[in-house]
């Protein structure tokens, strides 16, 4: 899918239901999530997280910070608790709109619409703190990972990269079923198939995962040096998810 397509869907998304389109818990579809507690759950994610940062035997400076796929700002919002100065970059204009009207920090929170492949924004080695959330999972890994590799440019020597992304499907076709579906799934054009998501799921949002392993290499590969990996549950179900750690030299 290409960037326009994909930031029409996810604008769409922040029009119409957006608490629900980043947080989809059940029986919260339909504008359901009351904002006070959709934003108690994403203090207490970052709670979590900087509890995990301050148990890590280096430090990190708390100057200044970047969330990728920020959405209304649910995790922007705490980190601004622990970074002087915090960059929410999303691909969505409506969200990028909400989420200035839920910012609680005024300058200190920096808000900005990214419709491009890279994170030109941003000069080299800018950020102590790189972070990434339920995002880079619903792009082709192709251009995960070409972000993945603006977040290590965009990294200062030294700071800390923190993102998730979903790993290995969990129930794997093997054998002539496998072969078959995915026969048939290149025959059938690509609109046709976000149709059928469409019927099924109610809205556009892809998913796909990177092997941990491969996402592991790809990171060493690119300069990073990686401290640790912690299976998550993210993902929901089907997939396996990861979080990456990683620092830059
Ligand atoms: C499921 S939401 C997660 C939001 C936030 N990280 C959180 O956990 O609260 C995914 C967000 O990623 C944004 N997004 C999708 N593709 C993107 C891209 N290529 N660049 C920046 N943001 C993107 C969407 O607009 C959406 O707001």
Redesign the pocket.
Known sequence: MD?KH?QRN?DHL?RTDPLW???TWPGKRGKRWDPQEFFAV?AAEIESLIRCIESLPVGIQKGKAL?????VG??TQPLAEHFQEVWG????PS?IELAGKYNRYGDRCKYRV?DSDDLGLFADDTFDFVH????LQ??HPQ?ANG?IKEFIRVLAPGGLLVFQMAGEPTVRRRGPVRTLRRCVRRLIPEGVIRLCRRIRYGHLIDMYGIPREEMVAFLVGSGARVLDVQADTSAGGGWMSYRYWATKE
């Open positions: 960037l994909l996810w922040g389109a980043v947080l994403g969330d990728f796929g920020c959405g649910r995790l970059v999303d691909i969505a969200m990214n990434s959330h339920l995002t619903h792009l251009l972000y």
